[in-house]
Nanobody, 121 residues
Framework: QVQVVESGGGLVQTGGSLRLSCAASGSIFGINDMGWYRQTPGKEREMVARITLAGCTYYADSVKGRFTISRDNAKNTTYLQMNNLKPEDTAVYYC???????????????WGQGTQVTVSS
């Protein structure tokens, strides 16, 4: 019914930039919050940035001033612009969307499959 797909990961040097995209598709009635999370082996998944339907944004302290989340509601898409990347940003980045599908009653969170971001020192 609903798919969430990330793209844009890759290998970049320290100080470089990447832009991640996440598109939700399917029989979508509406989307509330969208967000980005990341996970490294042996660690719990952590929130990187979130954006509400109204455009309010929230960031982890470790990425404030370097990452910017945005969204295009017409395209059911969210973006994560990552600047001044550091080796500690290396992780699998996952997209998360709070979606209500057509015919459904409640909103539910859907996850993408993840995209690898590697920052070399």
């Amino acid at each position: 019914q609903v798919q969430v797909v990330e793209s844009g990961g890759g290998l970049v040097q320290t100080g470089g930039s990447l832009r991640l995209s996440c598109a939700a598709s399917g029989s979508i009635f509406g989307i509330n919050d969208m967000g980005w999370y990341r996970q490294t082996p042996g660690k719990e998944r952590e929130m990187v940035a979130r954006i509400t339907l109204a455009g309010c944004t929230y960031y982890a302290d470790s990425v404030k001033g370097r990452f910017t989340i945005s969204r295009d509601n017409a395209k059911n898409t969210t973006y994560l612009q990552m600047n001044n990347l550091k080796p500690e940003d290396t992780a699998v980045y996952y997209c998360n969307a709070d979606v209500r599908y057509i015919g459904g009653i409640y909103y539910s969170y859907y996850w993408g499959q993840g995209t690898q971001v590697t920052v070399s020192s």
